[in-house]
């Protein structure tokens, strides 16, 4: 059985808007700027997570945007992120704009039954929407985030309003370098409580 999970580079805060500063949100760009010599470790635990994925799910700006960016790279990272099965979810798109992906409709029904065909991780990166509806319709299975010593005051947050809360247990906390932490959550389900 696969299993959900969304990786995101977050602020102290939870802002995850425009990390690398391309999108001309005033508080852009946090990502260069905070991980310093921290980078290193941030790209090992990426490899890691990417090299024991075997899918990927996005929404289309997600899409779109590591389609700019890693095709014809070539470290471990790049290469696994281009070969994995990658599923776009897109109201607008009928053709995702990277490799080996499909483009997926309905995103609710079409997840549940992805999560029983796939067995192992199923990343998310980005895709903020997407995360919101799993979030609400409860299948995400585990949360990694990465924490940027940062807080922002403003800009659009992984998480937003629920209509139930979603109950977490810690999996595991570390530092990757000197500033960076890493919390990795799991959903607790209502028969595990």
Same mark, same amino acid.
């Given at each position: 059985?696969?299993?959900?999970?969304v990786?995101s580079?977050?602020?102290? +805060?939870? #802002?995850?808007q =425009?990390? =690398?500063?391309?999108?001309?949100?005033?508080?852009? $760009?946090?990502?260069?700027?905070? #991980?310093?010599? =921290?980078?290193? !470790?941030? !790209?090992?635990?990426?490899? +890691?997570?990417?090299?024991?994925?075997? !899918?990927?799910? %996005?929404?289309?700006?997600s +899409? &779109?945007?590591?389609?700019?960016r890693?095709?014809g790279?070539? &470290?471990?990272? !790049? &290469?696994?992120? *281009?070969? %994995?099965?990658?599923?776009?979810?897109?109201?607008t798109?009928?053709?995702?704009?990277?490799? *080996?992906?499909t483009?997926?409709?309905?995103?609710?029904?079409?997840?549940s039954?992805?999560?029983?065909?796939?067995?192992?991780?199923?990343?998310i990166?980005?895709?903020?929407?997407?995360?919101?509806?799993?979030?609400?319709?409860?299948l @995400?299975?585990?949360?990694? /985030?990465?924490?940027?010593? #940062? @807080?922002l005051?403003?800009?659009?947050? /992984?998480?937003?309003?629920?209509?139930d809360?979603?109950?977490?247990?810690?999996?595991?906390?570390?530092?990757?370098?000197? $500033?960076?932490?890493l919390v990795?959550?799991e @959903?607790?389900?209502?028969?595990?409580?």
């Amino acid at each position: 059985m696969g299993k959900i999970v969304v990786s995101s580079n977050v602020t102290l +805060d939870g #802002v995850i808007q =425009d990390p =690398d500063g391309q999108e001309g949100f005033k508080h852009g $760009g946090w990502f260069k700027q905070f #991980v310093g010599k =921290d980078l290193e !470790a941030w !790209a090992e635990n990426e490899t +890691d997570e990417t090299l024991h994925a075997e !899918a990927m799910l %996005l929404g289309r700006k997600s +899409d &779109e945007w590591f389609a700019a960016r890693t095709p014809g790279r070539t &470290e471990p990272w !790049a &290469e696994r992120m *281009n070969s %994995l099965p990658k599923y776009v979810v897109s109201s607008t798109s009928k053709k995702p704009k990277w490799t *080996n992906a499909t483009v997926l409709k309905d995103v609710v029904k079409v997840v549940s039954r992805l999560k029983q065909e796939v067995s192992g991780d199923i990343l998310i990166y980005g895709s903020c929407q997407l995360v919101r509806t799993l979030i609400e319709h409860r299948l @995400v299975d585990e949360f990694r /985030l990465i924490v940027f010593p #940062v @807080v922002l005051g403003a800009g659009e947050r /992984l998480f937003g309003e629920t209509t139930d809360k979603t109950p977490l247990r810690l999996v595991r906390s570390q530092t990757l370098g000197e $500033g960076l932490l890493l919390v990795i959550y799991e @959903v607790v389900r209502a028969a595990s409580r």
